[in-house]
């Protein structure tokens, strides 16, 4: 009997251990699912606070990071520096003023019989909204032909008249623009230069690529170059005072304007070397006012002639030579000329014309005096100082 009740005493033991042990593991997995959530609202809490706190700023600082990679890309599309920007508004401004200088002739064509054939032989630019055009003379030089001028634009215009200054080869175009309105470049002054300030040239290289553009510097003031003339270059001139530059200046380039960084015209591109690259040189722009003026006034060039051809020879190659001074030498006299008729002659060495000493180009001076004005030469002539007197004539 009693271990019956042992038995019977042992079973509900058992069952009561079961049943504490199930109700402790649904509390603990509560509990855990529990922290779970509330650890979840509160990350959720916390990142929409930081989301709201701080999203403003990072929204700007893309929008600025943005903007600015966007301003970047611009600039490098358009201007990368500020010279760079200068230069293109100067020549934005002043091509439209820049034109071409063209040749026409009259061919046979066996497709097309014949044909009136223009070809680009130069340069030129504006300096009246009239139709003056202003070139080198080297570029018109053949009196027989037919020149045309073509603008920016591709219009095309005959040429009504041609004035020549050959000694500074400077040349006056005159066409009829008619309702068209053309730009004029505004001229600068070319005794105020300095070497070493930046330059841009605007021609015609190879008349083939008109508005093309070069850069440079001046390089050297006051040059003398000596220049072959003539279709086969048989002869050669001598100027004096030009512009040397390193902007590049090729065959087409003459006649066509040399600016200074203000848009101002300094000079007109006349001459580069065969044997050497960026040297070039330009006409000063001053030497060319006088001719527009007189045209302005006179409807022609009014030059004061004498009639003789030289060669300047300098204080340093005087001292290589006997009986020899600084000075013009006489290399030939024109038989009808004033200088003849005054008494010069081949061999002359003029020292002195007029109250200047000739120690810069002789055709510089006599620009310096008028037609009809009588004037005092001394000469070395045979070792011995002579004195002539000339009345100088006007130059056809």
């Known amino acids: 009997m009693e271990e019956k009740n042992?038995?019977?005493?042992?079973?509900?033991?058992?069952?009561?251990?079961?049943?504490?042990?199930?109700?402790?593991?649904y509390i603990y997995a509560i509990i855990g699912v529990f922290l779970i959530i509330l650890v979840t609202l509160l990350i959720i809490l916390a990142s929409g606070y930081l989301a709201i706190r701080y999203s403003t700023p990072i929204q700007e600082y893309l929008a600025n990071f943005l903007d600015k990679d966007s301003t970047i890309?611009?600039?490098?599309?358009?201007?990368?520096?500020?010279?760079?920007?200068?230069?293109?508004?100067?020549?934005?401004?002043?091509?439209?003023?820049?034109?071409?200088?063209?040749?026409?002739k009259l061919t046979l064509s066996q497709d097309q019989g014949l044909i009136d054939q223009s070809s680009n032989i130069g340069t030129g630019f504006v300096v009246?909204?009239?139709?003056?055009?202003?070139?080198?003379?080297?570029?018109?030089?053949?009196?027989?032909?037919?020149?045309?001028?073509?603008?920016?634009?591709?219009?095309?215009?005959?040429?009504?008249?041609?004035?020549?200054d050959d000694l500074n080869d400077v040349a006056l175009i005159k066409i009829n623009p008619e309702s068209d309105e053309l730009k004029e470049l505004e001229l600068g002054d070319s005794g105020n230069l300095l070497v070493g300030q930046s330059v841009i040239a605007i021609g015609t290289p190879l008349g083939e690529y008109a508005g093309s553009v070069t850069t440079g510097i001046i390089s050297g003031l006051n040059r003398s170059v000596t220049a072959s003339s003539g279709w086969f270059g048989s002869t050669s001139k001598t100027y004096e005072d030009v512009?040397?530059?390193?902007?590049?200046?090729?065959?087409?380039?003459?006649?066509?304007?040399?600016?200074?960084?203000?848009?101002?015209?300094?000079?007109i591109n006349f001459a580069t070397t065969s044997g050497a690259d960026n040297i070039s040189f330009?006409?000063?722009?001053?030497?060319?006012?006088?001719?527009?003026?007189?045209?302005?006034?006179?409807?022609?060039?009014?030059?004061?002639?004498?009639?003789?051809?030289?060669?300047?020879?300098?204080?340093?190659?005087?001292?290589?030579?006997?009986?020899?001074?600084?000075?013009?030498?006489?290399?030939?006299?024109?038989?009808?000329?004033?200088?003849?008729?005054?008494?010069?002659?081949?061999?002359?060495?003029?020292?002195?014309?007029?109250?200047?000493?000739?120690?810069?180009?002789?055709?510089?001076?006599?620009?310096?005096?008028?037609?009809?004005?009588?004037?005092?030469?001394?000469?070395?002539?045979?070792?011995?100082e002579e004195t002539v007197k000339v009345v100088l004539g006007e130059m056809d």
């Open 6 to 25: 042992d038995k019977k005493n042992e079973i509900p033991k058992e069952k009561k251990k079961i049943s504490f042990q199930k109700p402790g593991k």
């Open 73 to 104: 890309l611009e600039e490098r599309k358009v201007v990368i520096t500020t010279e760079e920007s200068a230069v293109i508004n100067i020549v934005e401004q002043a091509s439209p003023s820049v034109v071409s200088i063209a040749i026409s």
């Open 128 to 164: 009246d909204k009239d139709g003056v055009i202003i070139t080198n003379q080297h570029v018109v030089s053949d009196l027989t032909a037919e020149y045309k001028v073509v603008t920016q634009d591709g219009k095309e215009y005959s040429v009504d008249e041609v004035l020549r």
């Open 243 to 267: 512009i040397q530059t390193d902007a590049a200046v090729n065959p087409g380039n003459s006649g066509g304007p040399l600016l200074n960084s203000q848009g101002e015209v300094i000079g």
């Open 282 to 384: 330009a006409i000063p722009i001053n030497k060319v006012k006088s001719r527009i003026d007189e045209y302005r006034t006179y409807g022609k060039f009014i030059r004061p002639y004498l009639g003789v051809t030289y060669q300047m020879i300098s204080e340093y190659e005087a001292l290589y030579y006997t009986d020899v001074v600084p000075g013009a030498l006489v290399l030939r006299v024109d038989p009808t000329s004033p200088a003849y008729e005054g008494g010069l002659r081949r061999g002359d060495i003029i020292t002195k014309f007029g109250e200047y000493d000739v120690n810069k180009s002789l055709g510089e001076i006599i620009q310096q005096h008028k037609v009809g004005e009588e004037v005092e030469i001394k000469v070395m002539r045979e070792s011995v």
